[in-house]
């Protein structure tokens, strides 16, 4: 892979961070990280990589909270960085909003491999039935739409047949657990 983005919501260091964490030592050509606020962060970042080394630091930080749609604001900011960061090898989406952006990029080109990295499985993520659904539709689009489906848990497979009736023998998913940082 000469280019790759990862795109996450991130609240601590975790899967997206040991990714581009082991993708920059495979010594990728471009790599674009970007990392989106979680619960009270304020702070969207995207950070690019040439070669291993950190090249530029683009931030936006909102001062006010708006609910649902902070979401929507998080995945225009991930179309517009990977759009001005160019055509791309990989998008790895973790969560479905983030490979929701990525399934776009490569229907309009600029994409030619979506992996959708499943970090949970909430039935419930929403106390709104509606956004719930919609949430979960969104999910069963990216298990559908993405060229692989990583999973932390195999639970999370057993979670998608479950409630979303998704079979794991159509939609094939791979287990990719985090582990433990000593």
């Known amino acids: 892979m000469n280019t790759v983005i990862i795109s996450s919501h991130v609240l601590l260091e975790g ?3 040991a990714l ?3 993708l920059l030592k495979r010594n990728n050509r471009k790599l674009l990280f970007i990392s989106l606020p979680l619960i009270d962060q304020r702070e969207s970042r995207s950070e690019l990589y040439v070669k291993g080394k950190i090249k530029k ?5 909102r001062k006010i909270k708006i609910g649902i749609f902070d979401y929507i604001i998080d995945s225009v900011w991930v179309f517009y960085n ?3 960061f160019g055509k791309t090898d990989l998008f790895v989406g973790i969560a479905p909003l983030n490979a929701f952006v990525g399934i776009i990029l490569k229907k309009i080109g600029y994409a030619k491999k979506v992996i959708y990295y499943g970090i949970d499985f909430v039935p419930i993520r929403f106390e709104s039935k509606i ?3 919609l949430f979960h539709f969104l999910e069963a689009y990216c298990v559908k739409n993405s060229d692989e489906v990583w999973n932390v848990s195999d639970r999370i497979k057993e979670g998608r047949q479950k409630f979303l009736g998704l079979d794991p023998k159509v939609y094939h998913q791979k287990t990719v657990p985090i ?4």
């Open 57 to 61: 630091l683009g931030r936006v930080t």
């Open 20 to 22: 581009r964490d082991y």
């Open 15 to 17: 899967a997206a961070h």
């Open 131 to 133: 956004i719930n659904s």
């Open 82 to 84: 990977s759009i001005r």
């Open 179 to 182: 582990g433990v940082y000593p």
